[in-house]
């Protein structure tokens, strides 16, 4: 049987957030089965829990939102993404700040995190969302697209018309049945052009953003002192966004997914075009196993990505 999976113990961390520039304690505690991930504003009398669900995202702006009730919990989906990445089903994420720290940029620190916190096989049956006829969203030129694939695959393809992003792939496919999440997607930072950081701190976004947290761009060059983490960084992280957005579904999706210049407002459109339509998707368990399971998750579960 394909099991639930929590954390052993306590584990906390202490950041700033990347748009309110705040610094921000983070604390995973271990949740019972069929918790799925629950986020707590521990700074707030009394505290709010948020449920992680497509359902629940509020504001997408360089970031996947929380909001319940006019309390947000921003910049989700890197920590989301760590989930996904090491099969995390079941999380209580205590924050006292209304964002998730930005850490480095990417979801290695959050892999690292659960990692030093150890797993818990639960003993319920882990579920799943097997996508059962294509799903897309679309605007303008833009696209993201769910279909049937037993496993979880996932194509991206960027268009930045920028010397140093040129220079690097721009579409890349990853088969999670094939290669490791920690080792191929957790280390890719988020990025950014240095033209757009007053814009965006005049909005109030963008308060924490610095060289040591995101790849930072002016109009011909990298400005980071230090070299690109993988050759195609710039496709590897939009991927590793998408893989903490589709997350906030609730279950590890089995499905392909695919997007041509997707961000977050398109993922949670297409997460709330497939729930909107029952025919296009069931709840799966792998209870026993002489049942077949798809690859990936076998491998995700099991080898944790390392």
Do not use: W
């Amino acid at each position: 049987m394909l099991k639930q999976r929590s954390i052993k113990s306590i584990v906390k961390t202490v950041g700033i957030g990347l748009h309110s520039g705040r610094r921000v304690t983070l604390t995973l505690r271990p949740a019972p089965t069929d918790t799925g991930l629950v986020f707590t504003r521990v700074d707030l009398t009394p505290p709010v829990e948020i449920r992680a669900s497509a359902l629940g995202v509020g504001d997408t702006r360089l970031a996947s939102v929380l909001q319940k009730e006019g309390v947000r919990i921003s910049t989700v989906e890197h920590l989301l993404s760590a989930c996904s990445g090491l099969g995390i089903d079941n999380l209580y994420i205590d924050v006292d700040a209304e964002e998730i720290p930005i850490m480095d940029g990417s979801a290695a620190s959050f892999v690292f995190l659960l990692q030093s916190a150890g797993f818990e096989e639960q003993d319920q049956a882990k579920r799943f969302i097997r996508v059962t006829k294509p799903v897309e969203v679309r605007d303008g030129d833009k696209f993201a697209r769910l279909e049937p694939y037993f496993g979880f695959k996932l194509k991206f393809t960027i268009d930045f018309a920028h010397p140093a992003v040129d220079r690097t792939g721009q579409t890349l496919e990853i088969d999670f049945s094939k290669t490791s999440y920690v080792r191929e997607i957790a280390r890719a930072r988020t990025f950014g052009f240095a033209r757009e950081v007053e814009t965006l701190r005049e909005i109030g976004l963008a308060r924490g953003g610095s060289l040591d947290n995101a790849i930072v761009l002016d109009a011909h060059r990298i400005l980071n002192n230090e070299e690109l983490r993988y050759s195609d960084e710039f496709v590897r992280h939009k991927i590793l966004d998408a893989i903490g957005d589709l997350y906030l579904i609730g279950y590890p999706l089995i499905a392909a997914y695919s997007a041509f210049k997707s961000g977050h407002a398109l993922n949670n459109m297409l997460l709330r075009a497939l729930l909107a339509d029952q025919s296009a998707f069931e709840m799966a368990t792998f209870d026993h196993l002489s049942e077949p399971a798809p690859h990936a998750f076998l491998y995700t579960h099991k080898a944790a990505f390392v």
